[in-house]
């Protein structure tokens, strides 16, 4: 039993660009939900368009910078779309209306209407090798040390990715810190009360909404020239769904706990894998239980568990003092 | 006591100075029609209460005064503005601010927050000015109007504590000290007292009278007959929408439609 394999694989997904990328898209969402308390159960559209609104300018020749100017942009207006009509509604019909959007998003880029445009169930592949052909490090070189190690394609990828975490993290921390954040609370703690000292709580919900979705459309850009492939399988509503789980874990409302959820989760998660695969490799009476296929599955099993104790012994998250409380008590 | 309104004592009776106007005030539930006010002014610089027995309308008129519901029919103007029609937080930025039954403060936020977010000057509250970031001479300005009504209300050892740290009764107090971040020219008050042990019931009264001495208009909503008597200049009643008497708190007193309206025509008659 080689545990170095298995901190290997946890290590390598934590600085990686798995995580990079779902730490920007929690980013946006702490922005939405631990701030502003919107319940967008749809964040992963934001990053569905940011990733189409990509591939879709290259296959129609444009460059791939204008297509990552096209993905935010196109993000920006999702969030007015889906803001302007369901922002008025209260909290839980704007988060059944959200995960519906969402969802509406996936299926028609699933089509086979739009499949001459986004390739239908098979999506669009190839699009970013302009992305690549920046990368100063030797694609297939090795870095790292023993058995942590990733390739300077990966490292490229790693660079650009916590580069806009960083940028991400300090722009929202910004905001936050200004009145403007202080606002956003305080329609998070209460509406009625925000409008009745004169704020504008419309108004600033469809700001939340709409920064916190191009924060994200960056995460569904990033995955998407990492993989040079997008399809809509990746676009499921469990990605919404991860992204609160590593919201709450870092702790709703809180500057860095995006970024350290997500590290957290990725680091539970691929740990887990490798370890349950290594298990069942190696271990006669739990390779005689579990196939292959199984021992992978333990890895939800054991993550869901993990994440159960976290929230009913620290509902706050791991960097949210406990007077703050969970990010859902009033 | 201040002296006396010289007017009469009667339904939609016009005031020398009126800050606030409704006419034609109407607002129905299904079937049931929750406000129905022909006429009202409301003296500038005043306190007048607004009582009535429970499911008089109350509330509802404060929420449609407030723009956290809209009328049927009618209109109101405050300062002779227009205000029909107009958002909650417009209503607030015209300088007429609520408070509310169930006491809202922003409990994860501390209290000094819970001042400041209320601030009615403060540049960084809008994206571009958060993005800009030239607000912090407008927050330690605001800081400084904060510190002073907070003391005045007794709040300063709790500046920086959440306000889910506070006694209910001090939810009240950071309740209506929010409320004077907007400058506000009325203030409406719904039940201040309800739930308020006895001396802090005393506290209130005497911050609603400063609220008059330092020139606003105080509208509110109150149930306790003893707070009413001592600091109301001016009562009006409310029953079933409508507004059936109103007149100094000692003239109200008497009123018999006012004793019936709370009492029942049948009062001193054995249920048994």
């Given at each position: 039993?080689?545990?170095?394999?298995?901190?290997?694989?946890?290590?390598?997904?934590?600085?990686?660009?798995?995580?990079?990328?779902?730490?920007?898209?929690?980013?946006?969402?702490?922005?939405?939900?631990?701030?502003?308390?919107?319940?967008?159960?749809?964040?992963?559209?934001?990053?569905?368009?940011?990733?189409?609104?990509?591939?879709?300018?290259?296959?129609?020749?444009?460059?791939?910078?204008?297509?990552?100017?096209?993905?935010?942009?196109?993000?920006?207006?999702?969030?007015?779309?889906?803001?302007?009509?369901?922002?008025?509604?209260?909290?839980?019909?704007?988060?059944?209306?959200?995960?519906?959007?969402?969802?509406?998003?996936?299926?028609?880029?699933?089509?086979?209407?739009?499949?001459?445009?986004?390739?239908?169930?098979?999506?669009?592949?190839?699009?970013?090798?302009?992305?690549?052909?920046?990368?100063?490090?030797?694609?297939?070189?090795?870095y790292g040390i023993g058995q942590f190690v990733v390739t300077g394609r990966t490292l490229w990828v790693i660079v650009v990715g916590w580069i806009l975490v960083l940028i991400a993290t300090l722009f929202v921390a910004r905001l936050i810190r200004s009145p403007w954040g202080r606002v956003?609370?305080?329609?998070?703690?209460?509406?009625?009360?925000?409008?009745?000292?004169?704020?504008?709580?419309?108004?600033?919900?469809?700001?939340?909404?709409?920064?916190?979705?191009?924060?994200?459309?960056?995460?569904?850009?990033?995955?998407?020239?990492?993989?040079?492939?997008?399809?809509?399988?990746?676009?499921?509503?469990?990605?919404?769904?991860?992204?609160?789980?590593?919201?709450?874990?870092?702790?709703?409302?809180?500057?860095?706990?995006?970024?350290?959820?997500?590290?957290?989760?990725?680091?539970?998660?691929?740990?887990?894998?490798?370890?349950?695969?290594?298990?069942?490799?190696?271990?006669?009476?739990?390779?005689?239980?579990?196939?292959?296929?199984?021992?992978?599955?333990?890895?939800?099993?054991?993550?869901?568990?993990?994440?159960?104790?976290?929230?009913?012994?620290?509902?706050?998250?791991?960097?949210?003092?406990?007077?703050?409380?969970?990010?859902?008590?009033? | 006591?201040?002296?006396?309104?010289?007017?009469?004592?009667?339904?939609?009776?016009?005031?020398?100075?009126?800050?606030?106007?409704?006419?034609?005030?109407?607002?129905?539930?299904?079937?049931?029609?929750?406000?129905?006010?022909?006429?009202?002014?409301?003296?500038?610089?005043?306190?007048?209460?607004?009582?009535?027995?429970?499911?008089?309308?109350?509330?509802?008129?404060?929420?449609?005064?407030?723009?956290?519901?809209?009328?049927?029919a009618g209109h109101y103007t405050l300062d002779g503005r227009l205000l029909v029609g107009i958002a909650a937080h417009r209503v607030a930025q015209r300088g007429m601010v609520r408070t509310f039954q169930l006491t809202k403060v922003l409990p994860r936020l501390t209290v000094l927050d819970?001042?400041?977010?209320?601030?009615?000057?403060?540049?960084?509250?809008?994206?571009?000015?958060?993005?800009?970031?030239?607000?912090?001479?407008?927050?330690?300005?605001?800081?400084?109007?904060?510190?002073?009504?907070?003391?005045?209300?007794?709040?300063?050892?709790?500046?920086?504590?959440?306000?889910?740290?506070?006694?209910?009764?001090?939810?009240?107090?950071?309740?209506?000290?929010?409320?004077?971040?907007?400058?506000?020219?009325?203030?409406?008050?719904?039940?201040?007292?309800?739930?308020?042990?006895?001396?802090?019931?005393?506290?209130?009264?005497?911050?609603?009278?400063?609220?008059?001495?330092?020139?606003?208009?105080?509208?509110?909503?109150?149930?306790?007959?003893?707070?009413?008597?001592?600091?109301?200049?001016?009562?009006?009643?409310?029953?079933?929408?409508?507004?059936?008497?109103?007149?100094?708190?000692?003239?109200?007193?008497?009123?018999?439609?006012?004793?019936?309206?709370?009492?029942?025509?049948?009062?001193?008659?054995?249920?048994?």
């Open positions: 039993m080689d545990w170095t394999q298995v901190l290997a694989a946890g290590v390598i997904a934590t600085i990686g660009p798995v995580t990079a990328g779902y730490a920007l898209s929690a980013i946006g969402l702490n922005l939405q939900f631990g701030y502003a308390g919107l319940l967008n159960f749809g964040h992963v559209a934001f990053m569905l368009v940011g990733a189409y609104g990509t591939a879709m300018t290259v296959e129609f020749g444009g460059p791939l910078w204008l297509g990552v100017i096209v993905g935010v942009v196109a993000a920006v207006l999702l969030g007015l779309l889906l803001g302007i009509p369901t922002l008025r509604l209260r909290a839980d019909y704007f988060a059944i209306t959200s995960i519906a959007a969402a969802e509406v998003l996936r299926l028609v880029v699933r089509s086979s209407w739009a499949e001459p445009q986004t390739g239908g169930v098979f999506g669009i592949q190839g699009f970013a090798t302009d992305f690549h052909r920046l990368n100063p490090f030797p694609a297939t070189e090795l956003l609370k305080a329609i998070r703690e209460d509406e009625d009360a925000t409008r009745s000292f004169g704020k504008n709580v419309f108004a600033y919900k469809l700001q939340a909404l709409m920064i916190g979705g191009a924060i994200a459309s960056l995460a569904g850009i990033l995955f998407a020239l990492e993989q040079q492939s997008i399809y809509p399988g990746a676009f499921e509503p469990r990605i919404t769904f991860i992204l609160y789980v590593m919201v709450i874990l870092g702790g709703a409302g809180s500057i860095w706990g995006a970024v350290l959820g997500a590290a957290v989760f990725n680091f539970l998660f691929y740990a887990t894998d490798t370890l349950m695969a290594r298990l069942q490799a190696n271990v006669d009476w739990i390779g005689a239980i579990l196939s292959p296929a199984e021992a992978g599955l333990i890895k939800y099993f054991l993550v869901g568990i993990a994440l159960m104790l976290l929230i009913v012994y620290r509902p706050q998250g791991l960097l949210r003092s406990r007077d703050e409380g969970p990010a859902d008590a009033a | 006591m201040r002296p006396e309104l010289d007017i009469a004592h009667e339904p939609g009776v016009a005031k020398p100075d009126p800050v606030l106007l409704i006419d034609g005030m109407r607002r129905s539930f299904g079937g049931l029609v929750a406000v129905d006010v022909g006429h009202l002014e409301i003296q500038r610089n005043t306190i007048t209460s607004l009582i009535g027995p429970n499911g008089a309308g109350k509330t509802t008129l404060f929420n449609l005064l407030t723009g956290f519901d809209s009328p049927d819970n001042m400041l977010v209320a601030a009615k000057t403060q540049p960084g509250a809008t994206f571009r000015g958060a993005i800009l970031g030239r607000w912090q001479g407008a927050e330690s300005q605001n800081r400084e109007q904060a510190m002073s009504i907070l003391e005045r209300f007794g709040l300063t050892s709790m500046v920086n504590e959440y306000a889910s740290r506070l006694s209910g009764g001090q939810r009240k107090l950071l309740e209506m000290a929010r409320a004077l971040m907007v400058m506000p020219t009325v203030v409406m008050l719904d039940e201040p007292t309800a739930g308020v042990n006895p001396v802090l019931i005393q506290s209130i009264v005497e911050h609603v009278k400063d609220l008059r001495e330092s020139g606003m208009t105080v509208l509110f909503v109150e149930h306790d007959m003893d707070v009413v008597q001592s600091i109301s200049d001016w009562v009006v009643v409310l029953a079933e929408g409508r507004v059936i008497a109103e007149g100094p708190p000692g003239v109200i007193a008497r009123n018999p439609l006012v004793i019936e309206a709370y009492l029942g025509k049948h009062r001193g008659v054995d249920v048994a």
